[in-house]
């Protein structure tokens, strides 16, 4: 750190340690072990100067790692959240644009084609968290793509911040967006794996596009539910269906009709086998006499059979008494709908 403060030898040092950095064998690996902590300390300096040297060293870090796929992964999913909440957000211009530069080496690493074509906007929008219309032109831009390919660790780590930011917006079509394409790249990541560091950042901001009141943002929350269900069941079963159970008996009624939709595309996408024990505890809880809980087992009956549609048949036999049992002579009944 010393050295690269040094206004004689700084040039050198970074020079030197670029050198070394990029001649690592066998390449990519031990860099986020062993590189990558001395580079934050670096980025983390008091020194504006030598917080530009460690963004400046790396490039050298990423280009090392593209033909490591799993190591580049776990690099950008702690480096991302650390650019954003900190060298991007500097006064300084110059660590500023040292921050950027690493930004547009991790736009050149994308493989995906679709994420690709959109890689210069995407990472504008990224370098730029201040200007809204960036991320809401992008995110318009990616909801209207077809996504074909497999999502590779670099691609995902440039639209996690996209998608973030947009599920935190108040403009609604940037949470239906992002919720959207979130639950359509779910399936083409490469490597499910690449994609859990990110959960416990979006988790919270999804779960409230759930319960939201407009129907869109709740439809496109409640698909990304069941989407990372099916990839990631017993994530699903330890973070998502905890709180969805919670949430269908709240006397809330926003709250129970977003869970209810969202439990419905969960149990969509984990299949018959594991799904016919979750449904006789529903179909049981439509029977209860808690009315909150009733009413919440039976909106889930509701959503349930439009979810399921063909495959809710083998569950009318047990679940119609219910259902009729639970009609009550309000508006908008949740026995009746059902």
């Known amino acids: 750190i010393a ?8 040039k050198a040092a970074l020079a030197s340690a670029t050198a070394v950095v990029a001649r690592f064998t066998p390449k990519g690996h031990g860099v986020v072990q062993l590189v990558l902590p001395a580079l934050m300390a670096l980025a983390n300096d ?12 790396l ?9 490591t796929a799993k190591q580049l992964s776990e690099l950008l999913s702690r480096l991302l959240p650390e650019l954003l909440d900190g060298p991007l957000m500097e006064p300084r ?3 500023q644009e040292a921050a950027r530069e690493t930004l547009e080496v991790i736009g050149k690493l994308v493989r995906n ?3 690709s ?15 809204q219309k960036y991320t809401q032109d992008v995110l318009a831009k990616l909801g209207s793509t077809t996504f074909m390919n497999y999502i590779d660790a670099a691609s995902l780590s440039l639209l996690v911040p996209i998608m973030t930011r947009g599920l935190k917006e108040r403009e609604q079509k940037s949470r239906k967006w992002s919720a959207q394409i979130l639950g359509a790249i779910v399936t ?15 988790l919270p ?3 409230e596009c759930a319960i939201d009141p407009t129907y869109e943002i709740q439809r496109e929350a409640a698909k990304a539910f069941g989407m990372i269900t099916q990839e990631l069941p017993g994530w699903s079963q330890k973070h998502l269906q905890p709180w969805l159970c919670e949430g269908i008996v709240s006397s809330d009624l926003g709250m129970a009709l977003g869970c209810a939709h969202a439990f419905s595309e969960v149990l969509l996408r984990l299949g018959r086998k594991n799904r016919d024990a979750l449904v006789a505890a529903i179909i049981s809880g439509a029977r209860s006499i808690d009315p909150m809980e009733r009413r919440g087992n039976l909106l889930l009956l509701d959503f349930l059979v439009d979810a399921l549609k063909k495959d809710f048949v083998p569950y009318i036999q047990s679940a119609f008494p219910a259902m009729l049992a639970g009609v009550l002579p309000e508006p908008d009944d949740p026995g009746l709908r059902a």
Do not use: F
């Open 117 to 131: 074509a959109l890689s210069k906007d995407i990472v504008r929008a990224v370098s730029d968290p201040a200007n």
């Open 3 to 10: 050295l690269h403060g040094g206004a004689k030898v700084g």
């Open 205 to 207: 901001l999804l779960q």
């Open 46 to 57: 008091k020194t504006w100067k030598v917080r530009v040297v460690g963004l400046k060293l």
């Open 113 to 115: 084609s679709e994420v």
């Open 93 to 95: 211009k110059e660590v």
């Open 188 to 202: 083409l990541v490469k490597d499910i794996e690449y994609l859990r560091p990110y959960l416990p950042r979006m």
């Open 59 to 67: 490039p050298a870090c990423l280009w090392q790692m593209q033909h």
